[in-house]
């Protein structure tokens, strides 16, 4: 059986042919690349490869339903400020205060991040679901996605939204990126924040059900 992977967001999809929409951020079938069949070394002996698809699609719709949020992840290295959605930030440690963050590595921000060591956790409100589309549904290589938005510099050099609903402010020992497969694995201490308490933020479960708002808004 074919899987193919989402360029947007890293959805594996396993068939004959790519999905008519992504699951997870929407795309159509033209962002599915062929990544290959599925290993028979990833399949039990017992299980035929349809069964395998089901049991793969049944497991993927389990792991959308655990509850995360919705992120700008943003950074700057060779004079180029960039950022990307993120779904994947979980407080890890309290003491010292740390967070995970895993990233594809084909991103520009990935790389960006390896290099600076330093990057933003950008916190959206509900009404800043647009934002969403400019920095999850185009590469930073193509465009400048902090052009026409003002931003400041945080403590570290990262770009920061003016208008957010709050940031973390992190950085990464080099010992501490691991290689995940297709992604990185990064675990940073969060050296500053700023946060208004009460605040109600755009989460992941959230924009999936709002998604559809994203492209009626350019289509009028
Ligand atoms: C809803 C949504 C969630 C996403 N979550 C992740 C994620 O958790 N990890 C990741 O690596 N990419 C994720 N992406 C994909 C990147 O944001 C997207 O590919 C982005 O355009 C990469 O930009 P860059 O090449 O400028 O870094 C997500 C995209 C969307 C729309």
């Given at each position: 059986m074919k899987q193919w992977r989402?360029?947007?967001?890293g959805y594996i999809h396993v068939g004959e042919a790519p999905p008519e929409?992504?699951?997870?951020?929407?795309?159509?079938?033209?962002s599915f690349e062929e990544i290959g069949n599925q290993a028979?070394?990833?399949?039990?002996?017992?299980?035929s490869v349809s069964d395998l698809a089901v049991n793969r699609g049944q497991i993927q719709g389990a792991l959308f339903q655990i509850p995360c949020g919705l992120f700008v992840i943003s950074t700057s290295a060779h004079g180029k400020n960039n950022g990307m959605i993120n779904n994947t930030v979980f407080q890890i440690t309290d003491q010292p205060l740390q967070i995970l963050l895993g990233m594809d590595k084909s991103h520009l921000t990935t790389g960006l991040i390896e290099k600076n060591l330093s990057f933003a956790v950008l916190f959206l409100r509900p009404?800043?679901?647009?934002l969403v589309k400019r920095?999850?549904?185009?590469s930073g290589r193509e465009t400048d996605?902090?052009?026409?938005i003002t931003w400041h510099a945080g403590e570290t050099g990262v770009p920061i939204l003016d208008d957010c609903g709050g940031y973390l402010e992190c950085r990464v020992q080099p010992e501490k990126i691991w290689d995940a497969g297709t992604h990185r694995v990064f675990l940073a201490e969060v050296l500053s924040s700023v946060f208004q308490p009460g605040v109600q933020l755009l989460n992941y479960q959230e924009y999936r059900s709002r998604k559809a708002e994203l492209w009626v808004a350019e289509n009028g």
């Amino acid at each position: 059986m074919k899987q193919w992977r989402c360029k947007i967001c890293g959805y594996i999809h396993v068939g004959e042919a790519p999905p008519e929409k992504c699951p997870v951020c929407g795309a159509g079938p033209e962002s599915f690349e062929e990544i290959g069949n599925q290993a028979s070394s990833d399949t039990y002996l017992s299980e035929s490869v349809s069964d395998l698809a089901v049991n793969r699609g049944q497991i993927q719709g389990a792991l959308f339903q655990i509850p995360c949020g919705l992120f700008v992840i943003s950074t700057s290295a060779h004079g180029k400020n960039n950022g990307m959605i993120n779904n994947t930030v979980f407080q890890i440690t309290d003491q010292p205060l740390q967070i995970l963050l895993g990233m594809d590595k084909s991103h520009l921000t990935t790389g960006l991040i390896e290099k600076n060591l330093s990057f933003a956790v950008l916190f959206l409100r509900p009404d800043q679901i647009q934002l969403v589309k400019r920095f999850g549904f185009q590469s930073g290589r193509e465009t400048d996605k902090f052009e026409g938005i003002t931003w400041h510099a945080g403590e570290t050099g990262v770009p920061i939204l003016d208008d957010c609903g709050g940031y973390l402010e992190c950085r990464v020992q080099p010992e501490k990126i691991w290689d995940a497969g297709t992604h990185r694995v990064f675990l940073a201490e969060v050296l500053s924040s700023v946060f208004q308490p009460g605040v109600q933020l755009l989460n992941y479960q959230e924009y999936r059900s709002r998604k559809a708002e994203l492209w009626v808004a350019e289509n009028g």
